[in-house]
């Protein structure tokens, strides 16, 4: 024991040594915590304890379980990916402890045979990767109902972005075999709720995928351990997670998710359902609400996606919208994925409105909010859109600009 | 891999039948026991009844503690379930069972996938009936003693059955 005590000390203060010699002057011979290369091993990272963004967390209702966190989009660098750990959350009705060597899934309904797949069986499968946002159709409502929200994390935190890996549902049902007849996928998650929507097959046989994995490994339980659905382009409630089964009909089911929620009231009282697209948006996330801002330069920073397809243009409006400059986009530009932007900026130190607008590949505008209040009106609900404004103060202070009665 | 086995490969690729071999079929019974899908038609609906009055019983006992005396929720904690018919086109919809929901078997199927919150798969099919009963009668869309069951349930009319339109989008023409 003695000996492998005094073992200990000496590679102690070896490391110690080794670490003064990049400091001019010496450092103390004392062995500071940092400088044992063995404490730096961690059998799985973390950040450094001096980062702090964090999920904001909002319940919706008393019960716990119901509610999400928001991706603090303003203190993270923009990009295709979201971290893990800070990938936004919608629950329903909390989050399932599944065991991946117990759960299965089972596709039945109008197909030749009802299967049941282990995570194992599904993992065999020739896998697939694809990068996409994920939104909730409920990203920015306060906006559209005049209550503006002070930060980004706020207004647009419920949007993220990750690398999926899975197999297609097509592959997947053709292992069982579709009958010709069938229109639709009821995909049903082992929640509390068993949340339950409806998917077109059209959806079901392109590019909609049965997943995984989440940024290299196993999804994170929040996001739907051990397997969820991923429909890239298409509203965050219908990407089922915990996913325990595959009903294949001829009808839509018309579950509670799909006409009691997540249809979109307009000015005649009628209701728009089945709105699954999550059409273009862009923000400014940095600056944004919240921070603050000295004279000089700045590269003004931000996120623009679409679900149907590659974002072509993001311009930036420095001067509240009396011009419009073209922003650099981040290549590649990948389709139905969050795509980052960037513009250079010398700030005068003079109030000033800066926002930004973007054009998908389909020729498809970002609209202005009033644009799209004088078609929707203000009950909608979901999949508000519109462009963003931050007012920028004398001071520094960035903040939400008002939105008139 | 063999000539063999390649030949079967291709051969089950061609049929269609399980191409890659994998999965289990799954029994008739393990189906019956998984699938709870509740179809606007009535498909799924198991057999049992109940009645607003039962489920006045029910409701009080399971229901009330959340959704409050009379189905009218607790506003900024728990949805009401009713009021708000007529409400959809002003400036402050209420959207509730009566007032929003276009299909009676949604009301049983959320019920019996969802609820109680934080006890749910609980109870029985009866008792599933005669809550959604109760909730329909205290909407004034049943009677009292109305007797809800897999034959009747689907023949209830909603009063914003017609109120849902298909998705219209792109519907903003936004100019620059």
Redesign the interface.
Known sequence: MAKSRRQFLAASAGAAALTSCGKPGGAPAAAAPEASPAANMRPYGERSPLEKPLRAIRDL???SG?GSSRTPLGDLFPGWITPSSLHFERH??GVPALDPATHTL???GLV??????TID??R??PAVSRICFLECGGNNIGDQRGVPTPDVQQSHGLVSGAEWTGVPLR?LL????VKPEAKWV?A?GAD???L?RSIPMEKVMSDALLVYGQNGEALRPEQGYPLRLILPGFEGNMNVKWL??L?V?D?P????KE??YY?E?????????????M?ARSVITRPSGGQKLKPGFHEIVGLAWSGRGKIEKVEVSLNGGQTWAVATLREPVLSQALTAFRLPWIWDGQETVIQCRCTDETG?????RE??VA??G??SGYHYNAIKPWKVHANGEVTHVSIPA | MSRFLLSCLALATLL?????G?????TPE??RA???????DGTGLPAGKGTAVQGEVVFKSRCVV?HNEGGQG?PG???ALVGGIGS????K?K?T?GS????A??VF??IN??MP??T?HILPPNDVYAVTAYILFLNGIVQRNEEMNAQTLPKVVMPNRD??????????????
């Not at chain 2, 959809?88 to 400036?91: E, G, R, S, V, Y």
């Open positions: 209702s008393a019960s119901t329903h009705a089972l596709v039945h030749e045979t009802p299967l049941v797949f069986d599904i065999r499968f592959v053709q292992e069982s075999g009821i049903e509390n709720c068993r339950a325990r089964r009903n009909l009808q089911a018309m579950s509670s006409t009691a249809t009231l307009r000015r005649d009282g009628k209701a728009e359902m089945f709105t699954f697209v059409e498809y505008l970002q609209p202005t644009e799209l078609v929707r203000l009950n | 269609n039948a399980q191409p890659h994998l999965g289990r079929p799954a393990e189906v998984m699938d709870i899908t509740i179809l606007p959340c607790r904690a728990y949805p959809l086109a002003t400036a919809p959207k069972v929003y929901w276009p299909y078997t949604t199927d959320h996938r969802a919150f934080n749910p109120g849902f339109v298909p998705d219209s989008r792109p519907d903003i023409k936004a100019k620059r």
